[in-house]
């Protein structure tokens, strides 16, 4: 069979590119070269000498040539490295800028066109500098605050001494961060004046010399400065009584010599000693306490320290004081609690007879304000300390100052101020407590009465629609439920509050005016308070209960005392019950101000921190606070 040409020509042309390409391969590719790292020699603190020998350059000149080194192992040229010419062979590498007594490591390198390769890792460690050499001179011409020393440097240890001197403390082997001395430059002997020191301390001292090497040290020494008197000061007076005080001293140097004996010493001259009264309060250094006793009430005193040693006695500074006369007692007055219609129990604490003894004690009150004994009382005892006091015979829903009082030979002394006021009770029976609000007494729970203050039965109707359609006095419980009313109170309808015979006797529903002066007592702007709607700031916060609010955010700080419940609404339209800890009212006994048809009231919000005013149809269900007559 015949080929055609063009198919022969690209067989040829194949087999000639198979030809081409097993001829190039026959030529073999360089590889990287082969070396060692020489020994490392003359190693000195900042050089050295290694080297290598290249023994193959792979088959491609060698471009690159040295050693590198670190403080790591293989160390690589992309650190610190030296650069020593190129080609195969052996060659010699300076390892200079070294630190002192350091271990290195080193590996030759080589670099031909294949890459760079290392030697074996050989390691080394330069030499470490060297100190002075020096003694120290022996320790002379010693006093209480003084003595002399020096020393002789026998080598400067290969470089310039920069300073040197003698340094000392109380511990062995003291160094250039105790006390020194600094006494010029240079090599061999030098004198080194030691001062400062403390009477009769035993101290030890060093010659030292310093060049760029470090410090050195010489024989450590002994010596002991010569004892004095102590060194004392008079602690102030302190705790003065008519008969005693307090004082003591501090003895900051025993002087070199163990204190024996220490105290105070008074009398009604200056400068005493220990030839008159005198403490005796231990031994030894340090911060004592002494008692001075024995003192005359009302009189003029010196004092002064006083610390006895080998070396004699010491005094401190002089310090004076004058003793307190007899003074009426100290007392505070006991917190108030279970209070009733007509008692409550107080007492009181005296903390101080200040001079005499107490011989009576107790709670006095009145109704004025600032009670003495000449008013109402009770005598709970004698002497200091706690008491407890029954406050009886009070009045029903009345306020109250009382005060606890003790009496002893100076007169009679007085706790602190408090108001109380009594609780009241309706014409059920249901007692209220009470809290003085600026000038108004007002009851701290709402109503809870189903009669009037005649013993004439409220209406109590549970039907909605008959609610609604209410034109006369009703009262009901929040959902017609008793537990509600336990705890809430009674909500009333605008015609109960017109009978005007709902609260107990001498009290009665405020009035609008009157919700207005509680108002601006708890810091509501005149403005404010005649205004409709919202007002104020923070004074709804400050009249409501701190935990009964829904959601707790709502809650109030009842800083006034006032305690105002979320006890909802009976909505006068349809008689339903709503907003049960969300929301409060109550009535006022005033009418709407532009619309005689409704009656005015007072709203707490859960959401709100001030006060809703407004009027709202009288067959509305709303609290009643009572507010006392004034």
């Given amino acids: 069979m015949k080929m055609k040409s063009g198919a022969v020509n690209a067989i040829l042309i194949t087999i000639l590119i198979w030809e081409i390409a097993f001829l190039s391969g026959c030529k073999e590719d360089p590889v990287m070269p082969t070396l060692s790292t020489s020994a490392v020699s003359e190693i000195t603190i900042s050089t050295a000498i290694t080297g290598g020998n290249i023994t193959s350059d792979g088959g491609a000149e060698v471009t690159a040539r040295g050693v590198c080194w670190g403080t790591a192992h293989q160390p690589g040229v992309s650190g610190q490295h030296t650069s020593d010419s190129k080609g195969a062979g052996d060659f010699e590498s300076n390892l200079t800028d070294l630190t002192p007594n350091t271990m290195y490591y080193a590996r030759a390198y080589a670099t031909n066109e294949a890459g760079t390769s290392y030697g074996n890792e050989v390691s080394f460690t330069t030499l470490p500098l060297v100190a002075p050499v020096i003694t120290t001179t022996e320790v002379t011409g010693v006093g209480s605050s003084s003595a002399i020393s020096g020393g002789n ?61 470090g410090t050195s040290y010489g024989n450590d020494l002994t010596f002991t400065a010569t004892a004095v008197t102590a060194t004392l000061s008079t602690t102030a007076i302190s705790g003065v009584t008519r008969t005693s005080a307090v004082s003591g001293g501090n003895i900051s140097s025993n002087g070199g010599a163990a204190v024996t004996a220490r105290g105070v010493c008074w009398g009604t001259s200056a400068s005493p000693t220990i030839g008159g009264p005198h403490s005796t309060d231990g031994t030894g250094s340090g911060s004592f306490v002494s008692n001075i006793t024995g003192l005359t009430a009302n009189t003029f005193y010196h004092v002064r320290a006083y610390a006895t040693n080998s070396a004699g006695i010491s005094y401190g500074n002089e310090r004076t004081f004058t003793t307190s006369p007899v003074q009426i007692p100290s007392v505070t007055t006991g917190s108030v609690s279970s209070v009733t219609l007509t008692s409550a129990l107080s007492g009181g604490n005296v903390t101080n007879d200040n001079g005499a003894a107490v011989n009576e004690r107790g709670v006095c009150w009145n109704t004025s304000g600032n009670p003495t004994i000449a008013n109402q009382k009770t005598s709970n005892g004698t002497g200091e300390g706690a008491f407890t006091s029954t406050l009886t015979g009070l009045s029903a829903g009345t306020t109250y100052y009382l005060r606890a009082y003790a009496t002893n030979s100076a007169g009679t002394g007085y706790g602190n101020q408090l108001v109380v006021s009594t609780s009241v009770a309706d014409i059920e029976e249901n007692v209220y407590r009470t809290v003085l609000i600026g000038s108004q007494l007002w009851m701290q729970s709402d109503l809870k009465t189903t009669r009037y203050n005649n013993d004439t039965a409220i209406p109590n109707i549970t039907d909605n629609i008959e609610w609604a359609n209410m034109t006369s006095p009703a009262w009901c419980w929040y959902d017609n439920t008793a537990t509600y009313g336990n705890t809430y109170g009674i909500l009333y309808n605008f015609y109960v509050v017109e009978t005007e015979n709902l609260c107990p006797d001498g009290w009665h529903v405020p009035s609008d005016s009157e919700f207005k002066t509680l108002e601006q007592y708890l810091g509501m702007s005149q403005v404010d308070a005649d205004n409709s709607g919202w007002r104020g700031t923070d004074q709804g916060t400050q009249l409501k209960n701190t935990s009964t609010w829904y959601p707790s955010s709502g809650n109030g700080t009842n800083t006034s005392g006032f305690g105002a419940l979320a006890g909802g609404y009976r909505y006068g339209a349809d008689g339903s019950f709503n907003d049960l800890g969300k929301l409060a009212y109550w009535w006022s006994s005033s009418l709407h101000w532009s619309d005689a048809t409704k009656g005015a009231y007072r709203r707490l919000d859960t959401d709100h921190a001030d006060i809703y005013r407004e009027g709202v149809r009288k067959s509305g269900g709303k609290f009643v606070r009572c507010l006392k007559n004034q």
Avoid at 164 to 176: F, H, K, L, S, Y
Avoid at 187 to 213: C, M
């Fill in 153 to 213: 440097i026998s080598s400067d240890g290969g470089a310039e001494v920069t300073a040197r001197g003698v340094c000392w403390a109380t511990a062995a082997n003291p160094t250039i961060s105790d006390n020194k001395t600094t006494d010029g430059t240079g090599a061999g002997s030098f004198t080194s004046n030691i001062t400062g020191l403390l009477p009769g301390t035993a101290y030890h001292v060093r010659a030292y010399a310093t060049n760029n090497i």
